[in-house]
Nanobody, 112 residues
Framework: QVQLVESGGGLVQAGGSLRLSCAAS????????MGWYRQAPGRQRELVAT???????NYADSVKGRFGISRDNAKNTMYLQMNSLKPEDTAVYYC??????WGQGTQVTVSS
């Protein structure tokens, strides 16, 4: 059974940066679209960014110009580079593969 494991979350001051990683236990990245989502307390899970198997990317308006999604198929790992972080970016961040497989989430907290 393929599993996804996120890492890289933590506490950072506003304006800082974090890099999230999502590692898969199996070779599934190269043929699937992937994405990062986030869920803040009391709010629904929302899309942050997606990347297709061909490398095309898409971002939520709230993170455009600040976040960058990438993938390394050889390492079965996806990344989310988050710059210029804001307190409203505070949430649990989840990676997703093919719309059906989820990681356990990693907490990102941005202090003002």
């Amino acid at each position: 059974q393929v599993q996804l494991v996120e890492s890289g979350g933590g506490l950072v001051q506003a304006g800082g940066s974090l890099r999230l990683s999502c590692a898969a236990s199996g070779n599934i990245f190269s043929v699937n679209n992937m994405g990062w989502y986030r869920q803040a307390p009391g709010r629904q899970r929302e899309l942050v960014a997606t990347i297709t198997s061909g490398g095309s990317t898409n971002y939520a308006d709230s993170v455009k110009g600040r976040f960058g999604i990438s993938r390394d198929n050889a390492k079965n790992t996806m990344y989310l580079q988050m710059n210029s972080l804001k307190p409203e970016d505070t949430a649990v961040y989840y990676c997703n593969v093919a719309g059906v497989l989820w990681g356990q989430g990693t907490q990102v907290t941005v202090s003002s």
